[in-house]
Nanobody
């Protein structure tokens, strides 16, 4: 089973940037799509974006499109979430997750993902 550990969260002013990292264990990391989700207090977990197994294809939620970028380095078993132009509405705990099935790009449904990280807090002040 893949274990995921996120890092890079913190407090940033509106308009600022942060880069989150997600380190995965397991030798088959490079065959699975990876996703990022977030959850604000009192709200449901929300899809942020996904990257396919090679890093060549990405999809994003409309709320972050043009501001957030997902990338991956399979040699380092790591996926990244670069967040620019942060807004107070982006405040949430951010989670990375590995797709439940290898090679396929999952939908935005959390049920399409298997292992999850513990999350990292991102707070954007106005």
């Amino acid at each position: 089973q893949v274990q995921l550990v996120e890092s890079g969260g913190g407090l940033v002013q509106a308009g600022g940037s942060l880069r989150l990292s997600c380190l995965a264990s397991g030798r088959t990391f490079g065959t699975y799509a990876m996703g990022w989700f977030r959850q604000a207090p009192g709200k449901e977990r929300e899809f942020v974006g996904v990257v396919n197994w090679s890093g060549a294809t990405t999809y994003y939620a409309d709320s972050v499109k043009g501001r957030f970028t997902i990338s991956r380095d399979n040699a380092k078993n790591t996926v990244y979430l670069q967040m620019n132009g942060l807004e107070p509405e982006d405040t949430a705990v951010y989670y990375c997750a590995v797709a439940a099935r290898s090679w396929r790009i999952p939908t935005a449904d959390p049920a399409d993902f298997g292992s999850w990280g513990q999350g990292t807090q991102v707070t954007v002040s106005s």
